[in-house]
T-cell receptor, first 111, second 115 residues
Framework: NAGVTQTPKFQVLKTGQSMTLQCAQDMNHNSMYWYRQDPGMGLRLIYYSASEGTTDKGEVPNGYNVSRLNKREFSLRLESAAPSQTSVYFC??????????FGPGTRLTVL | AQSVTQLDSQVPVFEEAPVELRCNYSSSVSVYLFWYVQYPNQGLQLLLKYLSGSTLVESINGFEAEFNKSQTSFHLRKPSVHISDTAEYFCAVSIPNTGFQKLVFGTGTRLLVSP
């Protein structure tokens, strides 16, 4: 049982480049989330998907787009990366008992 | 809107000593409360949660937290810490029964356990 998986684990981009962070869960959860974690700021919600086919903005959505490809997969895209997007990105899914399960994270550096 | 305050960014403690990590929240409605733990270079894991019922909740590895509605607090305690408890701990809240769970996190407390 893999839980929540994320790829890649590490990525270095140059300003203006684009990339997609992949996330998949095998727990049959409806709700999925993307967070970013920055030192001293905790986790902030970027986008979420309450169920397959729906997505909505969180606290810090600017510069990002998402796709809920199916029930398992929820991807995060940076169209034109900026140094301010250097962060650790976590994907999570939520069980029916209000517990969120987190992936191992993607460490992104934008130069 | 809800907010969570973790005043201590770092708590150093010796092995086998007791520890308390503080969490206060602000909300105009009832909330669910959570503590998540993040070990180095890993994602977050749920440590314990309060949804309803007994205000004292416990984890399987000896941590406990008590929901205090009058003080809007949910402090995390352990009577005797181990080196392996070194991690970052996040307090979070959500609004119950909204059909969708949005967690609001505190800024985290780094617990450093030394021999």
């Amino acid at each position: 049982n893999a839980g929540v998986t994320q790829t890649p684990k590490f990525q270095v981009l140059k300003t203006g480049q684009s990339m997609t962070l992949q996330c998949a869960q095998d727990m049959n959860h409806n709700s999925m989330y993307w967070y970013r974690q920055d030192p001293g700021m905790g986790l902030r919600l970027i986008y979420y998907s309450a169920s397959e086919g729906t997505t909505d903005k969180g606290e810090v959505p600017n510069g990002y787009n998402v796709s809920r490809l199916n029930k398992r997969e929820f991807s995060l895209r940076l169209e034109s990366a900026a140094p301010s997007q250097t962060s650790v990105y976590f994907c999570a899914s939520r069980s029916s008992v209000d517990t969120q399960y987190f992936g191992p994270g993607t460490r992104l550096t934008v130069l | 809107a809800q907010s969570v305050t973790q005043l201590d960014s770092q708590v150093p403690v010796f092995e086998e000593a007791p520890v308390e990590l503080r969490c206060n929240y602000s909300s105009s409605v009832s909330v669910y409360l959570f503590w998540y733990v993040q070990y180095p270079n890993q994602g977050l894991q749920l440590l314990l949660k309060y949804l309803s019922g007994s205000t004292l909740v416990e984890s399987i590895n000896g941590f406990e937290a008590e929901f205090n509605k009058s003080q809007t607090s949910f402090h995390l305690r352990k009577p005797s810490v181990h080196i392996s408890d070194t991690a970052e701990y996040f307090c979070a809240v959500s609004i119950p029964n909204t059909g969708f769970q949005k967690l609001v996190f505190g800024t985290g407390t780094r617990l450093l356990v030394s021999p």
